[in-house]
């Protein structure tokens, strides 16, 4: 007897069953890899950290073994806090904004003073390759973050860090060239997050 | 029949050549463009997209009798959509910084005119043996294309080479190279060629 597969009935229970059958497979491949990806997703930020105390190009085992030996995380103010080699101690904040096409999210390092930078490392979701997304692909462009001013001055009243076009002075870094909008959201980002989130921490 | 009948091969080297699925059939192009901005995400799609196209090639042609005409697509869909996401936590898994670049890329070998296209026209109507030889030759013949253009773009907009700098061009970056709109440059460059050189009409 030969099937007759254009019936209703044969085919509800054909999607049925082939939904079925995908669900579970699905499900128990989700299942088995998930370990691993978490490792992967733990891996890379304590390598966007590491990034960040200007610790960069570390193998895999090397940034684990490292950020298990001078990070630790106070869960009370959201900081990162690092002890490096030569008893230094820097706070690692993490910071997420809205970019040009995606999320963006830094790590930027501090001094134990609160107000000077010692490193930045950003991220993105989507930002155009070759443009937006040299925040995240340059190293020479998060390399001048290192050592500018959080604040105005000593007293610590106006938060002035930015991000300009052609501007470079003791609080603003200049922007990427060719991405104007990334560069702004890096700059809001880092007025907003800060002064929302961290400002009590800083001024302390 | 043998595995290799003068059939099985042109179902394996037309799609190289004769039946591109990117240079002929100029499908997929939106992938193409999106992920060639440097050479290694662009071997990992390629890979990616053989291997699903292959698979799903298979799988469709051993059930092709007994799916229901009225919801083939839909079937076909089902069937890519979980090879998709099979491969994409395998990705997440094995090599997590490709899969960050490719983004919502992986998850789009879904919506590959390729695929539908190679399941809607072979799978559906040929045996699990040349089916499969048809997905790995489109699979292939459009991870050429990447790899070229991907290779292009990297070097000439950045000077590397999967990653590894071979000219110091600190002061010269070209971005226009990395930009999508290059990419498209570059394939209708590449069709032209072979259209001039390899190409014969039937």
């Given at each position: 007897m030969k099937l007759n597969t254009n019936s209703n009935t044969y085919i509800i229970v054909y999607s049925t069953v082939l939904v079925l059958i995908v669900a579970f497979l699905l499900a128990f491949v989700s299942q088995s890899l998930k370990p691993q990806q978490d490792k992967n997703v733990a891996l890379d930020q304590e390598k966007q950290i590491l990034n960040s105390l200007n610790l960069r190009g570390l193998s895999d085992d090397e940034a684990h073994a490292t950020y298990e030996k001078i990070v630790t995380f106070d869960e009370a103010q959201n900081v990162y806090v690092c002890t490096l080699e030569n008893g230094d101690v820097k706070y690692v904040l993490p910071l997420k904004g809205q970019g040009m096409w995606g999320g963006i999210s830094a790590f930027l390092s501090v001094d134990s003073d609160k107000n000077t930078i010692y490193g930045a490392y950003f991220n993105h979701e989507?930002?155009?390759?070759?443009l937006g997304a040299e925040i995240k692909d340059n190293p020479d462009w998060q390399a001048k973050f290192h050592g500018k001013k959080i604040f105005a001055d000593e007293s610590k009243e106006t938060l002035a860090l930015s991000v300009e076009k052609n501007v470079n002075n003791e609080t603003t870094v200049d922007a990427v060239t060719g991405a104007t909008v990334t560069s702004t959201a890096v700059s809001k980002m880092l007025q907003e997050q800060l002064t929302k989130k961290y400002l009590d921490f800083l001024k302390n | 029949m043998a595995l290799l009948s003068k059939q099985n091969k042109e179902a394996f080297t037309n799609p190289l050549?004769?039946?591109?699925?990117?240079?002929?059939?100029?499908?997929?192009?939106c992938s193409a463009l999106a992920v060639t901005s440097q050479l290694k995400p662009a071997i990992v799609m390629g890979l990616a997209v053989t291997v699903i196209t292959a698979f799903s090639n298979v799988i469709i042609s051993i059930i092709r009798n007994t799916i229901p005409n009225r919801i083939r697509i839909v079937v076909q869909l089902v069937v890519v959509a979980a090879l998709v996401t099979i491969v994409s936590q395998v990705l997440k898994a094995y090599v997590y910084d490709v899969s960050v670049q490719l983004s919502v890329y992986v998850g789009l070998i879904i919506t590959n005119c390729i695929l539908m296209g190679r399941l809607e026209a072979f799978a559906m109507q040929n045996k699990p043996w040349p089916s499969f030889l048809d997905g790995v030759g489109n699979g292939i013949g459009y991870a050429m294309i990447l790899v070229v253009v991907g290779a292009f773009r990297e070097f000439f907009g950045r000077g590397s080479l999967l990653g590894f700098q071979i000219i110091d061009c600190k002061d010269f970056n070209n971005g226009m190279m990395t930009m999508p709109a290059m990419a498209l440059i570059l394939v209708g460059c590449v069709i032209w060629i072979h259209r001039a050189y390899f190409y014969k009409e039937k």
């Amino acid at each position: 007897m030969k099937l007759n597969t254009n019936s209703n009935t044969y085919i509800i229970v054909y999607s049925t069953v082939l939904v079925l059958i995908v669900a579970f497979l699905l499900a128990f491949v989700s299942q088995s890899l998930k370990p691993q990806q978490d490792k992967n997703v733990a891996l890379d930020q304590e390598k966007q950290i590491l990034n960040s105390l200007n610790l960069r190009g570390l193998s895999d085992d090397e940034a684990h073994a490292t950020y298990e030996k001078i990070v630790t995380f106070d869960e009370a103010q959201n900081v990162y806090v690092c002890t490096l080699e030569n008893g230094d101690v820097k706070y690692v904040l993490p910071l997420k904004g809205q970019g040009m096409w995606g999320g963006i999210s830094a790590f930027l390092s501090v001094d134990s003073d609160k107000n000077t930078i010692y490193g930045a490392y950003f991220n993105h979701e989507s930002e155009t390759a070759g443009l937006g997304a040299e925040i995240k692909d340059n190293p020479d462009w998060q390399a001048k973050f290192h050592g500018k001013k959080i604040f105005a001055d000593e007293s610590k009243e106006t938060l002035a860090l930015s991000v300009e076009k052609n501007v470079n002075n003791e609080t603003t870094v200049d922007a990427v060239t060719g991405a104007t909008v990334t560069s702004t959201a890096v700059s809001k980002m880092l007025q907003e997050q800060l002064t929302k989130k961290y400002l009590d921490f800083l001024k302390n | 029949m043998a595995l290799l009948s003068k059939q099985n091969k042109e179902a394996f080297t037309n799609p190289l050549n004769l039946d591109h699925p990117i240079l002929v059939q100029v499908l997929g192009i939106c992938s193409a463009l999106a992920v060639t901005s440097q050479l290694k995400p662009a071997i990992v799609m390629g890979l990616a997209v053989t291997v699903i196209t292959a698979f799903s090639n298979v799988i469709i042609s051993i059930i092709r009798n007994t799916i229901p005409n009225r919801i083939r697509i839909v079937v076909q869909l089902v069937v890519v959509a979980a090879l998709v996401t099979i491969v994409s936590q395998v990705l997440k898994a094995y090599v997590y910084d490709v899969s960050v670049q490719l983004s919502v890329y992986v998850g789009l070998i879904i919506t590959n005119c390729i695929l539908m296209g190679r399941l809607e026209a072979f799978a559906m109507q040929n045996k699990p043996w040349p089916s499969f030889l048809d997905g790995v030759g489109n699979g292939i013949g459009y991870a050429m294309i990447l790899v070229v253009v991907g290779a292009f773009r990297e070097f000439f907009g950045r000077g590397s080479l999967l990653g590894f700098q071979i000219i110091d061009c600190k002061d010269f970056n070209n971005g226009m190279m990395t930009m999508p709109a290059m990419a498209l440059i570059l394939v209708g460059c590449v069709i032209w060629i072979h259209r001039a050189y390899f190409y014969k009409e039937k």
